[in-house]
């Protein structure tokens, strides 16, 4: 059964930073990554990594936001920083898997608030 777990979410004052952390098991993933979820608004993909480090980020998250894996595991990781109030929302781990057909999946959310 796969399961991603996040962490790392918290209140944080503008300009300020945080790092995201997710540990999936259950399978191995060809990418992993990060959508987000405002109030009222659609969730809206924000980085991705895959297998050979192929990194994709959202515009709004590109110079600010970077995102890592530890393929040993399991694990990804989204460092943020000079935070906005638009940042705010429910960010979300995501994971496809790699053997036979791919899988998407999603972890249950960690809530970012950045207060202005």
């Known amino acids: 059964q796969v399961r991603l777990v996040e962490s790392g979410g918290g209140l944080v004052q503008a300009g300020g930073s945080l790092t995201l952390s997710c540990t999936a098991s259950?399978?191995?993933?060809?990418?992993m990554g990060w959508w987000r979820q405002a109030r009222g608004k659609r969730r809206e993909l924000v980085a991705t990594m895959s297998r050979g480090d192929r990194i994709s980020y959202a515009d709004f998250a590109k110079g600010r936001f970077t995102i890592s894996r530890d393929y040993a595991k399991n694990m990804v990781y989204l460092q943020m920083s000079s935070l906005k109030p638009e940042d705010t929302g429910d960010y979300s781990c995501?994971?496809?898997?790699?053997?036979?057909?791919?899988?998407?999946?999603w972890g249950q959310g960690t809530q970012v608030t950045v207060s202005s």
């Open positions: 995501y994971a496809v898997t790699s053997a036979g057909v791919a899988k998407s999946y």
């Open positions: 259950g399978d191995n993933f060809s990418t």
